[in-house]
């Protein structure tokens, strides 16, 4: 003999964090300037739209997930950069982060100020950003990742000193000198040398430090 009954169970959820579907997300940013080896221009990237950050939340009636710089600020204006908008951002010496909460889209905006630290950078050099990235759901579930900038640096042009002028004069005169000068190089790691175009009989010059002279 036998006998039936009932086994009533209840299956409780729990929250499950977002997970982003990258650990880094990756970008690279070129300072604008000049090529190497002559002074054509370089365009470099002035702000580039690097990508998106998203993720993954298994419980279905999650809201939609949350995004947020480590350390970034919530605007209360959003900043249109590229014709995009973006609520969240974190400024560095090097240039600014952009986030959009919803979206995920981010962009990184180079500083381009003269003689800052992007402006200083060479040809050859390079910087690297990290910067931290949270996703929350409604139910305070988290997921960390993070966005990963890599600056380039280009050759700036350097600027000469204006010169002074020179004679020299028959029998009385017979030869001048001065030094060429450079004014103004942003990149600070530049070493430089000189040459006369077109150098005539009677000129010389020396190309590490500028020097030269004129003679009759």
Request: aromatic letters at 6%.
């Amino acid at each position: 003999a036998y006998t039936t009954s009932d086994i009533s169970l209840t299956v409780n959820g729990t929250d499950d964090a977002p997970v982003f579907s990258a650990t880094k997300y990756t970008a690279s940013v070129t300072e604008s300037g000049v090529q190497d080896h002559g002074n054509a221009s370089e365009p470099g990237v002035p702000f580039s739209v690097v990508g998106r950050v998203d993720s993954h939340d298994a419980d279905l009636h999650d809201k939609t997930p949350e995004y947020s710089i480590d350390g970034g600020t919530k605007l209360a204006t959003a900043a249109t950069v590229g014709g995009e908008t973006y609520d969240y951002s974190k400024t560095t010496d090097y240039g600014t982060l952009y986030l959009n909460s919803s979206s995920g889209k981010y962009v990184f905006r180079i500083d381009g100020t003269k003689d800052g630290v992007v402006d200083k950078m060479a040809s050859g050099d390079s910087k690297i950003l990290n910067f931290g990235i949270t996703v929350n759901d409604d139910h305070h579930g988290t997921g960390a990742s993070t966005i990963e900038v890599t600056i380039h640096g280009t050759n700036d042009q350097p600027t000469l000193a204006a010169l002074t002028s020179l004679a020299v004069k028959e029998d009385i005169t017979l030869s001048t000198s001065g030094n060429l000068v450079i004014s103004h190089d942003a990149d600070a790691s530049d070493t430089h040398s000189f040459a006369i175009v077109d150098k005539s009989v009677g000129e010389s010059y020396n190309s590490t430090n500028g020097s030269y002279t004129v003679a009759e």
